[in-house]
């Protein structure tokens, strides 16, 4: 039932998302999904998002107030869109004409979601309201079926499935899916492997003839077309020529440092794990000189190095490792690494450190990095490959948890079973 007092609680929640921690940010989004459609109405939410779309409000607030848009459609009650469809584009309008690109992304996103779901209800989308630069605009995109949005910008996707069940987070062992729920109980993506999807690299492991991820990304389309168009490039760095090995990676890394940190490098190798977690935090700095790391593949050479010193050898330190996943994310997000093969070394011992209550927040700041940076469809194969192959059910809830997480970071939206 509709409530004055969840209505009051929407001001307040909006502006709680100034919060820079990312778990605040989710625990608002889930919050407004337990109060929206059950107990406010769409427009009550639009009113207060119009509000926010002033310039003077925190661009962090206008981002993932404008995301609240696609929320509203995709979870409105059957044959309501007609009554608040006006008011939608009205705010969408404003959101296209903010000053920053981010709320810009989020209110397309929104366009992209509205024009599919009026297409299904056969309603009339009212871009007249707007002036002719921005309908024009407005109209080129409704008639694609996807909207490209940047890969640093993570939308949240909600269904609008009806169905409710328990509050947790399923799997299905009969097709190797895992069924993710929002905390009201909806299901929210269905992640699984049919029957045709080429293998991965051999590098991440036995993987089974045929596995595909039944989840789409906003933009993917897009960043498998990019990515098609780096044929004859080094992936990641842009090199022309043929691919490094990663033995002349390595190489070319600790050359690199023994020329000019050599103490940095020695203690990387023999070091306690004090001395290496002391050389870690310099090569953390290093990575940030920007004459040393504009070397040919440096990048790489650096995160082949980090697996070659840490990962093959099995390093067990926990605050070790815990840098070293944050550099190689780092690396991957700040020096443009594109390349799955480089990194999937690390996706096994990522996935094994779920068990560990103390470094779970790093491994998944580390995978949402390199979703971020690579191909979110692709890193996230990875993972749920390792975990179907894990035995540790403490590996198997945390990433379940995990996979919701990411599922909502990215925006993966639900294919029909």
């Known amino acids: 039932s509709f409530s004055p007092y969840a209505r009051s609680c929407i001001g307040p929640l909006v502006d709680r998302f100034r919060d820079k921690d990312r778990r605040v940010t989710e625990a608002l989004h889930a919050a407004f999904l337990s109060l929206y459609p059950s107990s406010i109405t769409a427009d009550d939410v639009l009113d207060e998002i119009s509000k926010v779309l002033e310039p003077k409000v925190s661009m962090k607030v206008k981002i993932e107030t404008v995301k609240l848009l696609q929320v509203l459609v995709e979870r409105r009650r059957a044959d309501d869109l007609s009554n608040w469809i006006k008011h939608l584009v009205e705010v969408i309008g404003k959101a296209l004409n903010d000053n920053a690109s981010e709320v810009r992304d989020a209110a397309k996103c929104a366009v992209v979601c509205l024009s599919s779901a009026a297409a299904v209800e056969n309603l009339h989308v009212p871009l007249e309201m707007l002036d002719e630069k921005l309908r024009a605009r407005l109209e080129s995109k409704t008639n694609e079926e996807t909207v490209e949005v940047p890969v640093g910008h993570r939308t949240k996707s909600v269904p609008s499935s009806p169905a409710r069940n328990s509050p947790s987070v399923k799997t299905r062992n009969k097709d190797r899916s895992l069924t993710l729920e929002d905390d009201a109980g909806y299901p929210k993506e269905r992640i699984g ?59 070319l890394a600790k050359e690199a440092l023994n020329s000019k940190y050599p103490n940095v490098l020695e203690r990387l190798q023999a070091g306690s794990w004090k001395e290496k977690l002391e050389a870690l935090t310099e090569l953390e700095n290093i990575t940030k000189i920007e004459e040393f790391m504009n070397q040919e593949s440096m990048s790489l050479g650096l995160l082949r190095l980090l697996a070659a010193l840490y990962i093959d050898r099995k390093e067990t330190n926990m605050q070790v490792l815990s840098k070293v996943f944050q550099i190689a994310s780092d690396l991957c997000l700040q020096h443009s690494v594109q390349s799955m093969k480089r990194i999937e070394c690390y996706i096994p011992v990522l996935v094994d450190k779920f068990s560990d209550s103390k470094l779970k927040q790093v491994v998944t700041e580390s995978l949402l990095s390199l979703g971020e940076a690579i191909n979110p469809r692709a890193v996230l194969d990875a993972v749920i490959e390792q975990v179907t192959q894990h035995k540790n059910p403490k590996v198997h809830s945390e990433a379940l948890a995990f996979c919701q997480v990411y599922s909502m970071e990215f925006g993966f939206s639900v294919l029909d079973p």
């Open 193 to 251: 492997r049919t029957k045709s999807s080429p293998k991965l690299s051999p590098a991440t492991g036995a993987r089974r003839e045929g596995s595909k991820l039944e989840a789409t990304v906003f933009g993917g389309k897009e960043r498998e077309n990019q990515s098609a168009g780096k044929k004859g490039k080094d992936a990641g760095n842009g090199m022309p020529g043929r691919e490094m090995k990663d033995e002349e990676l390595e190489s």
